[in-house]
């Protein structure tokens, strides 16, 4: 018994140790904190994760590959905690800002961090729309309108989630009849397939039992340089659009479509993000940065529609979608957050989202593709973020 409890102490004293070892490592501050060759990071502990909330089991749930490419996800928003891929070291890069526990996604300063965004991905005008001749309203969240869903958007709900073997995570989510203002039933499927060529499938779907309108997205940010570092302006990114979709100043997109030709909105070949970022632009002044949807030039899935390259990891991620939208958001409303996974701060634009979905404010732009949704047909929409090195 006694040399039992010696053994059970000496176990402790070790683990203490290798604890604190490793913490010692990881907060390595100044010019030796360097993201390729900084301790592998770690995903958060998921006991920070493990609760009840409105009555369901909250967790989280990790997909590994054959690369050792690692993806957290925990179902309190289907949100998406962490994505370790391989620099141009071969080590991992946490290419994803969260937080280390549950309590850091339920505060009241919303940032969507890695969200599945539902039932609207981005804004509605007024957060009004007229549907088969009845109008609703819908929650007013974003000053005069409606944005990702509302006040209890998908962000906040937790999914019922089923682990398919280790790169597969289903989750599902029935918004009620109602729920922020929508009409009917809405059964939303969301499935994380990581696979063998390190790219992460995103498959969105959904049933009603009314007519109703649905955009679904995620909302994850990016940092490819590494989660916690300082800024995103370096990198560089294309996007496949000839066209965005011009806002007003409460970024209401005006209805019209815009060329980026010859306008700080020409991604369609790489350029470094913060190349045109301050310019003086309508348009940058209205997003105070880029935060603007633009128009895919193709969206068949078989086709990559942008690339983020990062000059400092080497890490490249190219997106794939079915989507007709990305809304390019460049963190302009990151204001330092200080509760970043590994008490990292998130500044001011220090990572971007790239979010494929359906236009903002469609409802009320018959010119844009519908979102419209009736009982009887399935929302399907695909998204895949790739990642590789150069
Ligand atoms: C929107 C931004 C908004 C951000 C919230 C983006 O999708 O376009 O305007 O501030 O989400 O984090």
């Known amino acids: 018994m006694k040399k039992n409890i010696q053994l059970i102490l000496a176990a402790a004293c070790f ?17 030796d904190k360097d993201s390729t060759t900084a301790q592998a990071p770690q995903i958060p502990d998921s006991a920070n994760f493990k609760a009840t909330v409105q009555g369901k089991q909250v967790d ?47 505060i ?17 005008g007024k957060g009004k729309f007229n549907l088969d001749g009845k109008s609703y309203q819908v929650d007013l969240n974003d000053k005069v309108n409606t944005l990702h869903g509302g006040f ?39 499935t994380y397939t990581l696979t063998d060529d390190n790219a992460l499938k995103i498959e969105y779907s959904a049933t009603t039992d009314k007519a109703t309108i649905v955009n679904l997205t995620n909302h994850a940010y990016f940092n490819l340089n590494g989660a916690g570092t300082p800024t995103i302006t370096n ?38 993000i913060g190349a045109d970022i301050d310019k003086t632009d309508d348009q940058l002044k209205n997003g105070k940065g880029y935060d603007h949807n633009f128009v895919l030039n193709k969206h068949d899935i078989s086709q990559s529609i942008a690339t983020v390259k990062s000059p400092e990891t080497g890490i490249v991620m190219d997106i794939y979608t079915t989507e007709p939208g990305l809304q390019f958001y460049s963190g302009n409303f990151l204001t330092g957050l200080s509760d970043g996974k590994g008490k ?20 009320n732009e018959p010119s844009f593709p519908s979102t419209v949704l009736k009982p009887g047909e399935t929302y399907h929409t695909t998204t895949i973020y790739k990642f590789s090195v150069k």
């Open 60 to 106: 989280l749930y990790t997909l590994k590959n054959k690369n050792g490419v690692t993806v957290a996800i925990t179902n309190f928003g289907g949100r998406l905690v962490s994505l370790l891929v391989p620099n141009k070291d071969g080590k991992l890069t946490d290419v994803i800002l969260g937080h280390d526990g549950l309590s850091g996604y339920q």
């Open 15 to 31: 683990s203490t140790l290798f604890v604190a070892c490793n913490h010692a490592s990881s907060t390595k501050t100044g010019s």
């Open 108 to 124: 009241k300063a919303e940032t969507y961090f890695g969200a599945i965004i539902g039932r609207y991905g981005n804004r509605i």
């Open 235 to 272: 990198d560089s990114l294309r996007i496949d659009a000839d066209n965005i979709t011009p806002v007003d100043s409460t970024l209401i997109p005006t209805g019209k479509y815009e060329k980026v030709k010859g306008t700080p909105f020409d991604f369609t070949s790489l350029k470094t």
């Open 344 to 363: 990292a701060t998130y500044a001011h634009r220090s990572a971007l989202c790239l979010e494929t979905q359906h236009f903002p404010d469609s409802p």
């Open 152 to 190: 209890n958007g998908f962000y906040k709900q937790v999914f019922d989630a089923k682990k398919i073997g280790d790169q597969q995570l289903e989750l599902t989510y029935v918004s009620k009849d109602g729920e922020g203002g929508y009409p009917g039933n809405l059964t939303a499927k969301i």
